[in-house]
């Protein structure tokens, strides 16, 4: 007969063994964790990916309650390459946030209808743990990180099911377990947390769709676009002062610096920041105060008027805006000072270009009656005053639904509809300046604040968005001029919600307080309190306030390698106390092994003592043979004992049995 080693090694090759099948519990636990980490993608992912991951998950219990079998893995794959193409043709590509997401919830409702035993199981578990961590990407809020604890709790009991399968655990114990393991690992994470060396952004590259549908103020302004943004009550950043808060007219938190026109649309001149501070003059005392800034995508921090010092890793323009040297991608937390009073320097050349340019055509009307003011009025204050007059005196009102404007916009706003909101009125007083010959700009940012008295600090949301001029005088330099005010006063001391006709427009907490829903009011503002704390402490966490707390415990200047240092000692003090107490407890947790100790002492007491090298069975039947009446009870008491210890399987009721046998038994 021929034969060849191929064949001879293909006969003997020896066979895989079966893998270990998913217990009815196990999977019941990893279900309700993978439902618990995928239902807050709900409110993003498309309807039929949704309504697919919940039929699937009902489909896989099902079959578990009535032990069919899985489906053929020729259905499994239609499914994923539907699953796939549906992903594909909904987000136009398969990478970033949204389509990541996505794809990874299709993926695991394919992967549930496959699993059936260990290994399975715990690919899952890791699949759950991500999309636990992917919700963060869409929110951070206290409210869903408690949420998100919960699920972790969930998918850790499901973890200790799959990986102690014959553990006997049944009802709650399985979350008990993973609630106790939770609470031995706190302390570690704290120590991480608080030492672990911080550094600025995150630690790897998020898609560029990660910080999608963040709202804020934008480096353009055109009719419509502050006003769309006051609809928004969500909070833009909350400040806290470190002294009396200034009056209502001296908060103006100053944004982006709007040079360039175009006839409709105002944007941003590129400004570097400077390398050396842009000389001004301060003129009374500072005020100094902190801002917890939420995230934005953009660049520039805001500070009340005028900003006197820089923030850790950011510059300052020539146009006294603050940029950061990367976008705020997460909550952010800076220690500013300003000085409401101030005179600013010489005006460049090169501003003055840029604070007179006009487009070369158009709005005629506005144009003529600038140079009507430039010809009798040969002071610049006058010009301006002549055109907040204009404001003040003829029929101009403040409105969060203004008409729409026509090509020559600044002649249609003054001449026309002279209905508008802050956009409006400070497009067309810049224009007006320009044109009369004084240097002006638009300043964008925001206006006020809602005092929070239970936290002690304002809270500054969309809806106080607001935009303004400023103009160069010879004896003052840059000068802010609020048009707005000239029109409706009210909206610098009393807020928007005392300025507009028609305030119902508003969100509910951008109007003012009393009436009936105070309460509600009050419980968001206390609501708010608790988002501000969790914001200031773990949020905006990074690595400034990282040196701040820690110097702030006594410790002085700290650096990377001192809190390394700190961090090692403090996780190994950690592990050695770990170790004393688990060898203090050695068995004490063990109703096993203190049944079998507490029967051997019995016997040893009686001078039959267990030899080092005996095992259960050996030992017992030593026994039996010596002390024949006690043959049947000591022999079933090593049985159980045996199996417990090192049979493939056990169960609670034997565990019992033999407390009960160990307890019974006597000599």
């Given amino acids: 007969m021929r034969w060849s080693w191929k064949n001879r090694s293909r006969r003997t090759k020896p066979a895989k063994p079966p893998e270990a099948p998913l217990s009815s519990l196990a999977l019941a636990w990893l279900l309700a964790a993978l439902v618990l980490a995928a239902a807050p993608h709900a409110v993003e992912l498309p309807v039929w990916l949704s309504a697919l991951f919940a039929v699937v998950a009902g489909w896989r219990g099902f079959i578990a309650l009535r032990g069919l079998s899985l489906p053929p893995r020729g259905l499994l794959l239609a499914l994923a390459l539907l699953a796939g193409a549906g992903v594909l043709i909904d987000y136009r590509t398969l990478f970033g946030r949204d389509a990541g997401v996505a794809l990874m919830v299709a993926m695991a409702a394919c992967k549930l209808l496959e699993t059936g035993g260990l290994r ?50 049944r009802g709650w114990a399985p979350l008990r377990l993973a609630g106790g393991m939770v609470l031995q690992a706190i302390p570690v994470m704290l120590v991480l947390f608080i030492l672990f060396p911080r550094i600025p952004g995150p630690l790897w590259g998020l898609p560029k769709d990660a910080y999608k549908g963040r709202t804020g103020l934008s480096d353009e ?134 604070g007179l340019q006009l487009p070369a055509r158009g709005d005629p009307r506005a144009r003529a009656l600038a140079a009507q003011w430039r010809e009798r009025m040969t002071r610049p204050e006058d010009r301006v005053g002549a055109a907040l007059a204009l404001f003040r005196e003829q029929a101009f009102y403040y409105t969060l639904t203004p008409p729409l404007l026509g090509p020559d916009s600044v002649d249609d706003f003054l001449f026309r509809t002279r209905q508008g909101f802050c956009e409006h009125y400070a497009s067309a007083f810049v224009f007006l300046m320009r044109a009369a010959g004084v240097p002006a700009r638009v300043v964008t940012g925001y206006q006020g604040g809602e005092t929070n008295d239970l936290g002690g600090y304002f809270i500054v949301r969309q809806s106080d ?46 109007r003012g307080g009393g009436g009936e829903y105070e309460w509600l009011r009050q419980l968001a503002l206390s609501w708010d309190s608790l988002n501000n704390s969790w914001n200031e402490w773990a949020l905006a966490y990074g690595p400034d306030r990282q040196k701040e707390f820690l110097s702030g415990l006594g410790f002085g200047p700290v650096d990377w390698a001192e809190m390394t240092v700190a961090m090692t000692v403090a996780l190994g003090g950690f592990g050695l106390l770990a170790v004393v107490w688990r060898w203090g407890q050695r068995g004490a947790r063990d109703p096993v092994a203190r049944a079998w100790q507490r029967f051997c002492a019995r016997l040893a007491r009686r001078g039959l003592a267990r030899g080092a090298h005996e095992g ?23 049985r159980l ?10 169960s609670p009721a034997d565990v019992r049995q033999l407390r009960r046998r160990v307890g019974q038994f006597r000599l």
Avoid: C, K
């Fill in 221 to 354: 302004m055109m009719p419509g676009t502050v006003s769309e943004l006051v609809r928004s009550d969500t909070v833009a950043f909350r400040a806290r002062f470190a002294a009396a808060t200034p009056p209502p007219n001296q908060r103006y938190w100053r944004g982006p610096v709007l040079w360039r026109f175009d006839g409709r649309r105002w944007s941003r001149h590129e400004e570097l920041p400077a390398n050396t501070p842009t000389p001004f003059v301060a003129e009374g005392a500072a005020v100094d105060y902190s801002v917890i800034l939420e995230p934005s995508n953009r660049r520039w921090l805001f500070a009340l008027d005028l900003p006197a010092s820089l923030p850790p890793r950011a510059g300052m323009t020539a146009s006294f805006q603050l940029l950061r040297d990367q976008p705020i991608n997460e909550v952010y937390r800076y220690e500013m000072r300003s000085y409401p009073h101030y005179r600013t320097g010489e005006l460049t050349a090169a501003e003055r270009f840029r």
């Fill in 641 to 650: 004992y045996a199996l417990l210890r090192y049979g493939p399987t056990g």
């Fill in 120 to 169: 399975d199981g715990v690919v899952l578990v890791f699949l759950g743990y991500l999309l636990v961590m992917s919700n963060l990407l869409y929110s951070q809020e206290i409210l869903m990180v408690a949420y998100l604890f919960a699920a972790v709790l969930v998918m850790l009991a499901a973890q200790a099911l799959i990986h102690r399968p014959h553990s006997g655990l």
């Fill in 616 to 638: 259960p069975l050996d030992f017992t039947e030593r026994v039996a043979a010596s002390r024949p009446e006690l043959a049947a009870p000591v022999r079933e008491i090593g």
């Fill in 465 to 510: 968005a607001h935009a303004w001029a400023e103009v160069w005088l010879a004896e003052r330099g840059w000068a802010r001029v609020d048009p707005t005010a000239a029109v409706a006063p009210g909206r610098v001391r009393e807020g928007l919600y005392a300025a507009l006709a028609d305030p119902g427009l508003l969100p509910f907490l951008a």
